[in-house]
């Protein structure tokens, strides 16, 4: 699920957005199953932008997944996850983050994105680690931001299959930032 930060030189201009590169981004999950094996998978599609903050050089980053985006290694697993037990995504066709303000040192040092998450419906607060950004000087330059989080399937009204499948759920996002300018 979901999402994105800035380059050092980013908060030099407020003139300038982000755009997330929605065919070079993209979100992995994984999760255990009976506590040996696992399922792992990935959405191939993120979009969204990051905006400046309401304190200076903050981001607030807003992105969107379309839930039928999701690649597994089988068809039946794929369908799977898009049914009503899990992502249910007939009637949630998206997955939605919306972040608190981070400051660009917590983008260039490492730090904490904090923010709400919609899934099926249901908001609730998430947090991710941010790994350090290096990124090129090079204004035109993408930027790509990986970030590490995880949530419990139960917040998000996931509640079958509790025996089978871990209750914990790792996100791994990888997104790639295109400057665009107001």
Wanted: glycine share 6%; proline share 7%; hydrophobic share 40%.
């Amino acid at each position: 699920m979901l999402l994105w930060l800035p380059l050092p030189l980013l908060a030099a201009n407020s003139d300038t957005d982000y755009r997330i590169d929605p065919g070079a981004s993209q979100a992995a999950f994984h999760l255990r199953v009976f506590w040996v094996d696992s399922v792992n998978g990935h959405f191939t599609h993120v979009d969204g932008d990051m905006l400046p903050g309401p304190h200076p050089a903050s981001w607030v980053v807003n992105a969107t997944i379309p839930v039928d985006s999701v690649a597994m290694s089988s068809t039946h697993l794929r369908q799977w996850v898009l049914d009503r037990s899990f992502f249910d995504a007939k009637d949630h066709p998206t997955i939605h983050f919306v972040s608190d303000p981070i400051a660009q040192s917590a983008l260039d040092d490492g730090g904490t994105l904090t923010g709400y998450l919609t899934l099926r419906g249901i908001t609730a607060p998430i947090r991710f680690a941010v790994e350090p950004m290096h990124c090129e000087q090079s204004v035109s330059a993408p930027c790509t931001i990986v970030l590490h989080g995880d949530l419990h399937r139960s917040t998000f009204g996931m509640t079958s299959d509790r025996v089978a499948l871990s209750d914990s759920v790792q996100l791994n996002l990888s997104i790639t930032l295109q400057r665009e300018t107001r």
